[in-house]
């Protein structure tokens, strides 16, 4: 029987990604949230859920139109690089920050689309459903990468 391990194309795809800095990890893995919120946003829209939301007290909603999730999600990726890189240069355990502080940031993000005004519930819900769409993607992308950063710790 044959003992010598074989690495697959995932392995070596991971392994690749692990050696390229934080901040292009994050923007790959953010490019992908903002296609995969995009593509939710759409089946959303095909299953029949309003698309129109209002700012905190509006009296009247706005459209929520085709490409907003990916303009949503740029912005919230270029904060979460932020995050990835400073993480990854000050905290002793980068993967654990970085998830705390994400699980703590996408609680709070969810907390935007609540008090919309003129947005029916389902709005609310499919829009709260897309920051948590967004982070699934990101979040162990950056993880994994950042598992690998040696900590403030590890530089003496």
């Known amino acids: 029987m044959d ?16 050696s ?17 919120t995009e593509v939710y946003g759409l089946l959303a829209r095909g299953l029949g859920v309003p698309m129109r939301a209002g700012n905190i007290g509006a009296e009247t909603a706005d459209p929520i139109t085709v490409g907003m999730f990916a303009m949503g999600t740029a912005v919230g990726l270029s904060i979460g690089t932020v995050l990835a890189v400073l993480v990854a240069r000050f ?17 709070l993000s969810m907390a935007g689309p609540l008090p919309a005004g003129d947005t029916p519930a389902s709005t609310k819900a499919m829009l709260c459903g897309a ?26």
């Open 3 to 18: 003992t010598t391990t074989h690495s697959t194309s995932a392995d070596r795809m991971a392994a690749a990604w692990e």
């Open 20 to 36: 390229r800095a934080v901040w292009m990890v994050s923007v790959a893995a953010g490019v992908a949230a903002a296609i995969g």
């Open 91 to 107: 905290a002793a355990r980068p993967a654990r920050t970085y998830l705390v502080a994400t699980v703590v940031l996408t609680a």
């Open 131 to 156: 920051h948590l769409v967004a982070a699934a993607i990101v979040v162990p992308v950056v993880m994994r990468r950042l598992a690998s950063a040696p900590g403030r710790g590890a530089r003496g």
